[in-house]
């Protein structure tokens, strides 16, 4: 326990830096000061946060590119001019199993939640409902539902929160967390103790190698189960180990390539 404890510790220190920002897809919605253009890029930007990391930047910037060539550097006005309305029914893929029109119907509920609703940020939306709403679960899980439940139509959403969530927990470090070393923490909606961390196959991997879990699946109930562990160690901001196990995922890959 005490040589895991403070080898996350180290790991936590040494990448969550500025540094790691040119690497990784936060490094988009770091472009914009207000808050729904950060909300829509960091939206837009975990949405395609899975797979290769050198296709998923070269493929964010190209999306942000047209922000900021024809929408005066806004994702905010892409949404609110409808920029996205060349991408219906567009077939062509945009990245992996997604398709332009994938992307159409993500910045249509954006522009309902937005434009027509006439909600000040996608975090007002999810207060007036989370005040509709009497439930026992965390108030991660509650918060993830209500994003699913926005978002339920497009392609990559979760269907529920019994999968992992890994990139709706990722959206969530980003805008809750408030070190402003990495992330942006531009929302209270939730605490830094509420979040739960990004569980993806090599966070699952890292864990099972460090004897943090035992579970054979990448769900959110393993994701509970590694959150609670890493509490003990960063009690008031367990997803700081997110960049511990990054970390750690780096150097034993590293190692064994040596």
Known sequence: MESTKSLLIQYAKTYNTKEFISSDPIQFPHLYKGKKDIEISA??????????????????????????????????????????????????SLYRFYKYNDYYSLCQVLYII????????????IKTILKTRKTETSPCIEVIEIIINLFKEVEGIPINSKSACKRLCMLLRWLVRKDKIVDLGIWTILKPQDLIIPVDTHVHQQAQKLNITTSKQANMKTALEIT???????PSDPTLADFALFGYGVNINSSITN
């Not at 937005?114 to 939306?125: A, F, M, Q, R, T």
């Open 43 to 92: 939206f837009i930007s975990s949405w395609l946060a899975y797979g290769n990391r050198k296709s998923i930047l070269k493929t964010l910037k190209g999306l942000h590119q047209e922000f900021e060539k024809e929408y005066n550097s806004s994702p905010f006005e892409f949404i609110k001019r409808r920029g996205f309305e060349k991408y219906k029914d567009n077939t062509k």
């Open 114 to 125: 937005y434009i027509e609703e006439e909600n000040n940020s996608l975090e007002e939306k």
């Open 228 to 234: 609670s562990y890493l509490k003990t160690i960063f």
